[in-house]
């Protein structure tokens, strides 16, 4: 077989939009479970409620013949608002009354969360696959290289990047970002320096449900339909990637995702495309047992 | 009482709930017709339900922080109504003759719909006994505890197919191949925590099913395997109806089966181990348990029911393909053991029942089944996270302690002791 550079290409572009997605909702896993060590199963639901709030709204605007630009900025706020409310109520109803609980309580909670929101959007919607809008327009500076990559994926690689420095700075230089590390380090210590732990959670699950809102509208543009089950697999992907580097860490969550992104990509590309969703998992298990901390991760022992 | 504020509350988190439900619950896109449809009664729906319903909610939550107080100062926890029932003869006697009755002329009173219907309840009763060994007892949430049951019922299914080998042999065959499936997934996943696992074994359920979907050659693909033949009793031709009886007796007896060894596993020697493994990992294994011999037996055993309910479900509904297999099915399994109350059988037991034959006999609330199991896992964590029935924990106490005249309360209690004669209270 010779070397095709232009296929590889496309491989590589299309791998580094799918991983960029896979980090945008990686990055919720990753904050909260360093917070609160919560694998947040409804994660990926929260992805899928953006992507139908900013199908839903775009179609209405669309109807009333809204500019293209001022229905991309609704849609895109609507679904991030919305995210934001759903994790916050979330968090409100299903996680914090089981703060002191044993830990697999918020992990069942966090299921029964899941398997709620998936069917509330079945039967308060659809099943079927909607049609979802192109908000983002194809740019016409970027025809040249349109080949390879569309202008929806190259969207979606910009914003993952920006969305990575924005938390990094929030994280490393706020006062908010201060008092979030604080937590994930001891929480009861936090408590008694003064921060107010409750806040500081709910501000970790309204950022991670923006961002993966961020991705649902992303994903939705460059995907073209959507249905209440996306939330599902793209969350355990997600997961995976939080895991594979290292969770807790967020240039951890976007290595992580980017190099999932690349390996499925090349995997479907170059051997065979039918057991592309097979291929996480397996990858999820070898990680887990050679390189439990993930890549960027510090491995942990467990406190008594 | 109700006062203003706790009213100004419930309409403020009415509002809230409106807001939040608006354009999933209001707005429908039709986007080929390019129609919408606004249904403001489903706001008004939600609104007052929410306000209703918030009432409840913080009535709730108070009784539950009052309780958690009480026992914080050092009262008792009053007995459960199932602790009393258990331990007084005269009422666990008749109730369990009861019971025996019922299912010995259910299928002689009722017809066959109801006694499939009842057979299918029994092979998910076996199934919430299997995993409740590994959830319930163990305390590993298992998410994909659905492949053992799907390598039950193609093991049957192959085998027939290929070597012509029949039910009773499958059975056994099946039940080992879980078994070493359960080793196989339990060594890589020995060394993680909770959490790590259950996303695991949800990969590994989901490896499982995409496999059997994927490898056309091998387990025929998404189209599956028919013609499975229905077990045979003794070399009988039996009428249609006749088998789905004596399918249903085979299942109440694996059942009581189960029942049996459950229950004699949990007061064994390794029982107590899965136990104290549940409850502190670090300390079991300061007390000398072998963890990693713990956590694989507990897996083997858990599989092992899954294995042999699939080959029973592969016999009685002649038909399998890889949709029968979903994550979902794995999830209506934990509803079953959380719902019922993690670790006790009568309630794993109550569990299936409730949750596999109320949806069959109130078609209406059929659609909203996942939706109610959803919101049920939720609740159950927060009010009731010991389940319907909570598992009584037997009690241990030394004789040769009291006759020696010792208080039960001077000195340290022996070791042995010191383990199990704290009563489940967190």
């Known amino acids: 077989m010779h070397w095709d550079y232009s296929y590889f290409m496309e491989l590589f572009l299309g791998g580094l939009a799918k991983g960029s997605i896979y980090a945008l909702i990686a990055l919720g896993y990753t904050m909260v479970y360093g917070i609160i060590e919560l694998i947040n199963f409804a994660h990926g639901d929260i992805y899928m409620i953006g992507a139908f709030t900013a199908l839903i709204v775009a179609s209405v605007l669309t109807m009333l013949a809204w500019n293209k630009l001022a229905i991309l900025v609704i849609a895109t706020l609507a679904a991030v608002v919305y995210a934001s409310a759903y994790g916050w109520t979330a968090e409100k109803i299903a996680y914090k009354p089981l703060r002191n609980a044993p830990r697999l309580s918020p992990l069942i909670s966090a299921i029964g969360v899941s398997l709620f929101l998936e069917n509330y959007v079945l039967l308060a919607q659809t099943s079927d696959f909607l049609p979802f809008?192109?908000?983002?327009?194809?740019?016409?500076?970027?025809?040249?290289?349109?080949?390879?990559?569309?202008?929806?994926?190259?969207?979606?690689?910009?914003?993952?990047?920006?969305?990575?420095?924005?938390?990094?700075?929030?994280?490393?230089?706020?006062?908010?970002g201060k008092a979030m590390r604080a937590t994930a380090q001891d929480m009861s210590m936090a408590i008694l320096v003064g921060i107010d732990v409750d806040r500081v959670i709910s501000i970790t699950f309204i950022i991670g449900s923006a961002t993966a809102a961020l991705g649902g509208v992303l994903i939705g543009s460059s995907m073209g339909q959507i249905n209440f089950y996306i939330g599902f697999i793209a969350g355990i992907k997600a997961f995976v990637a939080a895991v594979l580097g290292g969770i807790g860490s967020i240039p951890g969550a976007v290595l992580g995702g980017l190099v999932l992104g690349w390996t499925e990509s090349f995997f479907t590309g170059y051997i065979s495309s039918d057991y592309e969703d097979v291929f996480a998992f397996v990858f999820l298990v070898l990680i887990l047992i050679f390189r439990p901390g993930g890549i960027l991760g510090r491995s942990q022992t467990q406190k008594v | 009482m109700i006062t203003i504020e706790e009213i100004k509350r419930s309409f403020l988190a009415a509002l809230w709930f409106v807001f939040l439900t608006f354009p999933i619950m209001v707005i429908r896109v039709n986007t080929i017709e390019n129609t919408i449809e606004w249904r403001f009664h489903n706001a008004v729906i939600i609104g007052v339900s929410i306000f209703f319903l918030s009432f409840l909610w913080r009535y709730l939550m108070r009784r539950k922080e009052q309780g958690a107080k009480a026992l914080q100062q050092g009262a008792t926890p009053k007995p459960t109504l199932t602790e009393y029932f258990f331990q007084d003869r005269r009422f666990?006697?008749?109730?369990?003759?009861?019971?025996?009755?019922?299912?010995?002329?259910?299928?002689?009173?009722?017809?066959?719909?109801?006694?499939?219907?009842?057979?299918?309840?029994?092979?998910?009763?076996?199934?919430?006994?299997?995993?409740?060994?590994?959830?319930?007892?163990?305390?590993?949430?298992?998410?994909?505890?659905?492949?053992?049951?799907?390598?039950?019922?193609?093991?049957?299914?192959?085998?027939?197919?290929?070597?012509?080998?029949?039910?009773?042999?499958?059975?056994?065959?099946?039940?080992?191949?879980?078994?070493?499936?359960?080793?196989?997934?339990?060594?890589?996943?020995?060394?993680?925590?909770?959490?790590?696992?259950?996303?695991?074994?949800?990969?590994?359920?989901?490896?499982?099913?995409?496999?059997?979907?994927?490898?056309?050659?091998?387990?025929?693909?998404?189209?599956?395997?028919?013609?499975?033949?229905?077990?045979?009793?003794?070399?009988?031709?039996?009428?249609?109806?006749?088998?789905?009886?004596?399918?249903?007796?085979?299942?109440?007896?694996?059942?009581?089966?189960?029942?049996?060894?459950?229950?004699?596993?949990?007061?064994?020697?390794?029982?107590?181990?899965?136990?104290?493994?549940?409850?502190?990992?670090?300390?079991?294994?300061?007390?000398?348990?072998?963890?990693?011999?713990?956590?694989?037996?507990?897996?083997?055993?858990?599989?092992?029911?899954?294995?042999?309910?699939?080959?029973?479900?592969?016999?009685?509904?002649?038909?399998?393909?890889?949709?029968?297999?979903?994550?979902?099915?794995?999830?209506?399994?934990?509803?079953?053991?959380?719902?019922?109350?993690?670790?006790?059988?009568?309630?794993?037991?109550?569990?299936?029942?409730?949750?596999?034959?109320?949806?069959?006999?109130?078609?209406?609330?059929?659609?909203?089944?996942?939706?109610?199991?959803?919101?049920?896992?939720?609740?159950?964590?927060?009010?009731?996270?010991?389940?319907?029935?909570?598992?009584?924990?037997?009690?241990?106490?030394?004789?040769?302690?009291?006759?020696?005249?010792?208080?039960?309360?001077?000195?340290?209690?022996?070791?042995?002791?010191g383990l199990e004669t704290r009563s489940e209270s967190n």
């Open chain 1, 133 to 176: 809008p192109s908000l983002i327009p194809d740019f016409k500076w970027w025809e040249p290289y349109a080949y390879m990559i569309s202008s929806q994926q190259l969207m979606i690689i910009i914003v993952t990047a920006v969305v990575m420095v924005l938390l990094t700075i929030l994280i490393k230089f706020t006062r908010t």
């Open chain 2, 92 to 417: 666990y006697i008749p109730g369990l003759t009861a019971a025996a009755v019922f299912f010995a002329v259910f299928p002689f009173v009722f017809s066959i719909y109801q006694v499939n219907i009842m057979s299918n309840a029994l092979i998910y009763v076996m199934l919430g006994l299997g995993l409740n060994i590994v959830v319930g007892l163990a305390g590993l949430l298992d998410l994909g505890y659905v492949a053992f049951y799907a390598i039950g019922a193609y093991s049957y299914a192959l085998l027939n197919l290929h070597y012509g080998v029949g039910f009773w042999l499958a059975l056994p065959i099946a039940a080992v191949l879980a078994a070493s499936a359960g080793v196989l997934l339990g060594f890589p996943v020995l060394r993680l925590r909770g959490d790590y696992l259950a996303i695991v074994t949800l990969g590994f359920g989901e490896i499982i099913r995409l496999i059997l979907e994927n490898w056309n050659s091998f387990s025929h693909g998404p189209s599956g395997i028919a013609n499975i033949p229905q077990p045979s009793f003794f070399g009988l031709h039996l009428s249609l109806e006749g088998n789905t009886s004596a399918v249903y007796f085979l299942l109440v007896a694996l059942s009581l089966m189960t029942i049996f060894f459950v229950n004699r596993l949990r007061h064994s020697r390794i029982g107590r181990a899965w136990l104290a493994l549940r409850e502190d990992e670090v300390a079991c294994q300061a007390m000398g348990i072998d963890r990693t011999k713990t956590k694989l037996t507990a897996f083997a055993l858990g599989a092992t029911w899954a294995g042999m309910a699939g080959v029973v479900f592969a016999a009685k509904t002649t038909f399998i393909n890889p949709a029968s297999f979903t994550i979902w099915e794995s999830i209506i399994i934990l509803c079953i053991v959380v719902l019922g109350g993690m670790g006790s059988v009568v309630g794993v037991i109550t569990g299936a029942m409730v949750l596999i034959l109320m949806p069959e006999y109130m078609r209406a609330f059929e659609q909203y089944r996942m939706l109610i199991f959803g919101g049920v896992l939720i609740l159950m964590m927060i009010f009731r996270p010991h389940g319907i029935i909570t598992a009584v924990r037997k009690k241990y106490t030394f004789e040769g302690l009291e006759a020696e005249g010792g208080a039960p309360g001077l000195g340290a209690p022996a070791p042995a002791a």
